[in-house]
């Protein structure tokens, strides 16, 4: 078993939905939750990270992490195409290595 | 502020042949991070620098790869001899002291390796 878990997709949206991207882990001690967000054929850039259990929001963007339920969610309102991207959550403990899941692949259609 | 450059962009090999890897950080960034990536998967760290040592290499298979980052700052990643497991895109990311808790790494656009 992965220690982080990530649907692969893709998944298919219409313009203006809202997107739910979910990952699962199975390593209590990570405390730092991240979502990174990867165009075909460049390196991922950081979108948002969280510390513990908790939503926290930035423009269309909303993560939540439940540590309970060792899941944690990625919420994307009124979808674009430019969001058309792999969508990679990660996360670490007290030290420095980051565990990728194995991205999710979005595509929003106009 | 200039990203994280990385060269070459494209490598194709045959399986037994050597190939390296360059990585120039951003500026002032103390700690460099070198990735694989292979198609549909999550990047996997091989090795992290702080400054010009290693503090983290568990996951770089040592009998073929091997990286150095001398005088703090740029880096190579070789691999000798190269096997066809070892196709994938190899990123190198940097970040700044003080971030590591925050999990925010500057990435480049990475170099894609094909081993025939």
């Known amino acids: 078993q992965k220690e982080v878990e990530q649907d692969p997709g893709p998944l298919s949206v219409p313009e203006g939905a809202i997107v739910s991207l979910n990952c699962t882990y199975s390593?209590?001690?990570?405390?730092?939750f991240m979502w990174y967000r990867q165009y075909s054929r460049k390196g991922p850039e950081l979108l948002m990270y969280?510390?513990?259990?908790g939503n926290k929001e930035d423009g269309r963007f909303t993560a939540q992490v439940d540590k309970s339920s060792k899941y944690i969610s990625l919420f994307i309102r009124d979808s674009q195409p430019s969001d058309s991207a792999t969508y990679l959550c990660?996360?670490?403990?007290?030290?420095?290595?980051?565990?990728f899941g194995g991205g999710t692949r979005l595509m929003v259609k106009p | 502020e200039a990203g994280v450059a990385q060269s070459p962009r494209y490598k194709i090999i045959e399986k037994r042949q050597s190939v390296a890897f360059w990585c120039n950080p951003i500026?002032?960034?103390?700690?460099l991070y070198w990735y694989q990536q292979i198609l549909g998967q999550g990047p996997k760290l091989l090795i992290q620098?702080?400054?010009?040592?290693?503090?983290?290499d568990s996951q770089l298979p040592k009998d073929r790869f091997s990286a150095e980052r001398l005088k703090g700052v740029d880096s190579t990643l070789k691999i000798q001899p190269a096997k066809l497991e070892d196709s994938a895109v190899y990123l190198c990311?940097?970040?700044?002291?003080?971030?590591?808790?925050?999990?925010?790494?500057?990435f480049g656009e990475g170099s894609r390796l094909t081993v025939l």
């Open positions: 990660a996360m670490r403990g007290a030290g420095n290595m980051l565990t």
């Open positions: 969280t510390y513990s259990s």
């Open positions: 500026s002032g960034h103390a700690t």
């Open positions: 390593n209590s001690a990570f405390q730092y």
């Open positions: 620098f702080q400054n010009n040592g290693v503090v983290d």
């Open positions: 990311a940097s970040s700044p002291l003080g971030t590591a808790y925050t999990g925010e790494l500057f």
